[in-house]
């Protein structure tokens, strides 16, 4: 599903992000991405749906070849993946409905696929009731679960997720990670950065751990291996 071959990342003020990375991730597979601050977890995540581009080295996801993927492509990538970030990046002037909607217009969907689909994807989350709500009345729980119900409504075969946990109490914390094992179920790959030692260490999944740029650990079913 996703390979990396000897990538390289160095940004335009000269830090080394990435520095020779080789990994291979199968479809289905539940992977964390753990490591210090500054070790490369987020450009690793970033590498993955082109928000950054190797400065030299491979890498495909789904057999698309991303370091030479034109830029008037990316969106076609985009929509082959789902996408779940720290601060959930809602549309605020979008309701409920209209923000896991908006990723289904975009392709040009029919208007009752559309609706069966978001319905069926905010049921998924627990959220149907509050499908005319708008961001700003949502806790952080809910706004995750927005945001992770708009990254699964076109079906991907991946869902990334940098730090989606970051913002949310221990308790809703756990939540959200019952609907990704519940996504993972379903056969979807899901790549998660996470500092969240506790989650980590009960749920287990295959651990990569990133140190300066490289991977320095990836172990099946592994601990989360640092202090916090
Ligand atoms: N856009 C950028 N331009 C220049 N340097 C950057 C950029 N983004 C990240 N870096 C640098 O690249 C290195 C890796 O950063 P990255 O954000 O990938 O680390 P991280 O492991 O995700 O850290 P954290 O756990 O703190 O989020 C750091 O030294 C950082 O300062």
């Known amino acids: 599903m996703i390979q990396m071959k000897n990538v390289y990342k160095k940004y335009p003020n ?52 991303l370091a030479t993927l034109k830029n008037k492509k990316v969106p076609m990538l985009r929509r082959q993946m789902g996408v779940v970030f720290q601060d959930f990046k809602l549309l605020p002037r979008l309701n409920v409905y209209e923000n896991v909607a908006f990723a289904l217009e975009v392709i040009e969907e029919s208007p009752s ?42 079906k991907p075969k991946v869902v990334i997720a940098d730090e989606p946990t970051g913002n949310l109490d221990p308790e809703t914390a756990w939540d959200i990670m019952n609907l990704f094992e519940k996504i993972n179920a379903t056969g979807t790959t899901i790549l998660m950065a996470t500092h969240n030692k506790e989650i980590v260490n009960t749920i287990r999944h295959r651990v990569i751990a990133i140190e300066g740029g490289l991977i320095v650990r990836d172990v099946d079913g592994g601990d989360y291996g640092y202090e916090s």
Do not use: C, W
């Open 14 to 65: 000269g830090i080394v992000a990435l520095n020779g990375l080789n990994v291979e991730i199968d479809q289905g597979e539940f992977v964390y991405v753990v490591g210090p601050s500054g070790a490369g977890k987020s450009t690793f995540i970033k590498m993955m749906y082109r928000e950054e581009r190797p400065t030299s080295g491979q890498m495909f996801v789904d057999g698309i070849d």
């Open 113 to 154: 696929r559309i609706r069966e689909r978001v319905l069926d994807v905010l049921d998924m989350v627990g959220l149907k009731h509050k499908a005319r709500m708008f961001p700003t009345e949502l806790s952080g729980g809910e706004a995750q679960r927005v945001s992770i119900a708009r990254s699964i409504v076109n």
